[in-house]
């Protein structure tokens, strides 16, 4: 039987000592139906990460709390995960991978029913720590395990299809979850994500392989050890300095475009979309080209981020420029976890799950220090310099990345 087969075949019951060779062993073909149901396990994880900020008049009425309470839930998702991501590995070093990730979608499945009936804000936050854990695991781990679900020439058109889950929720969650508010109770749309997330768990069990855990998954020492590889810290810096950038600007985008003469609240929100309509096809396309072109794009996709936060800075008078650069803005955001995820499977490729670990963690870290720098910065000497931090963070960070060795 050859190695394909044997990740083919199997599809009940625990992983076998037989099977070791799982973690290591390339394939020959790429399980895409595999790669599918962890493309909508994505789709509905994020969805319901970014469904209360839709929701939160709804929610805070309801509960009997405000709004800036009623937001904390999308903070202490995005913590909790940021303690999760790093750790899960650690936490179950032998546990098969497909149970591990069958065990998250089900606990994101509870976590949307036990919003769906909170009676208070405490138990809203304990549902959201819940999704947050599942969040911050299935991160960890999706980098990993796409990568052995999928053949080393088809490596960054896995994760793009993985990845895409999460833009489209990106992109579609608010204005899905601001709709659906107005017509229905905001508990019975996430009763609903409960029941969508439930179904994608049986998926999960049903189509993918048994995945053995990796040969150095286990303990503290792994994430030390993936740390010293050369070329880890130099690109996890460029990411995290990226992702800063990122998001010192995009925390505060309805600053930046509202210093266009004359635009009104339509035009605003024509903006928004061309931001979303960026990143669905940056990931797309970025996918299509980064298994043969990832040096090129390890600089190009930081730099659409940082030259167009820059040329929103420079020229708000002028529409069109402002148009274009948020949109080849969202291109590079939307690319660049693929472009990432690419790299650190091709420099550690023995070590995915602590290195999926890492980025996440980085960009947790990115994310909340990038939201908080940016009030500063906004609050004490206005937007024009918080977005001229951003852009040179993220160009400094692109460099920096694309400077990061490729292999061993």
Request: positive net charge.
């Amino acid at each position: 039987m050859t190695t394909d087969e044997k990740l083919d075949a199997p599809r009940t019951g625990s992983v076998p000592t037989t099977n070791a060779a799982l973690s290591d062993a390339p394939r020959t073909r790429t399980a895409w139906a595999a790669v599918a149901v962890m493309m909508a396990t994505s789709f509905v994880l994020v969805l319901a990460e970014f469904l209360p900020p839709s929701l939160l008049p709804s929610m805070a009425a309801s509960l009997g709390i405000t709004e800036g309470q009623a937001g904390q839930a999308v903070t202490a998702t995005a913590f909790i995960g940021f303690l999760t991501a790093p750790t899960i590995g650690i936490l179950v070093p032998r546990l098969d991978r497909r149970l591990l990730l069958v065990l998250l979608a089900a606990a994101a499945a509870v976590s949307s029913a036990l919003v769906a009936i909170s009676a208070d804000f405490v138990m809203l936050l304990i549902a959201r720590l819940l999704l947050g854990a599942a969040l911050g695991a299935f991160w960890a781990m999706s980098i990993a395990i796409a990568a052995r679900l999928s053949a080393p020439h088809h490596l960054g058109r896995a994760i793009m299809l993985v990845n895409t889950g999460t833009t489209v929720a990106t992109v579609a969650g608010v204005p899905v979850g601001t709709y659906l508010g107005s017509v229905m109770d905001w508990r019975l749309i996430f009763a609903g994500v409960a029941v969508i997330t439930a179904v994608v768990a049986v998926a999960l069990r049903l189509v993918l392989p048994p995945v053995a855990p990796a040969p150095s998954s286990g303990g503290l020492r792994s994430l030390v050890d993936t740390l010293r590889v050369p070329g880890i810290r130099v690109g996890l810096t460029g990411h995290i300095l990226t992702v800063l950038g990122h998001f010192i600007a995009f925390t505060y985008i309805r600053l930046a475009i509202e210093r266009v003469p004359d635009l009104d609240a339509a035009g605003v929100a024509v903006l928004l979309a061309a931001f979303g309509l960026g990143g669905v096809v940056g990931n797309f396309v970025i996918g299509l080209l980064v298994d043969r072109h990832l040096a090129a794009l390890r600089y190009v996709v930081p730099a659409f981020i940082g030259i167009s936060i820059a040329l929103v800075t420079l020229f708000p008078g002028q529409p069109w420029i402002v148009t274009i650069a948020i949109t080849t803005w969202g291109m590079g955001f939307g690319a660049w976890l693929t472009t990432l995820s690419t790299w650190m499977g091709r420099l550690v490729p023995d070590r995915m799950e602590s290195g999926g670990g890492l980025v996440v963690a980085g960009f947790q870290l990115a994310i909340t220090v990038g939201a908080g720098a940016g009030g500063l910065l906004v609050d004490a000497v206005g937007i024009v310099p918080a977005l001229t931090v951003a852009a040179i963070s993220a160009i400094v960070g692109g460099i920096v990345f694309g400077s990061a060795r490729t292999a061993r």
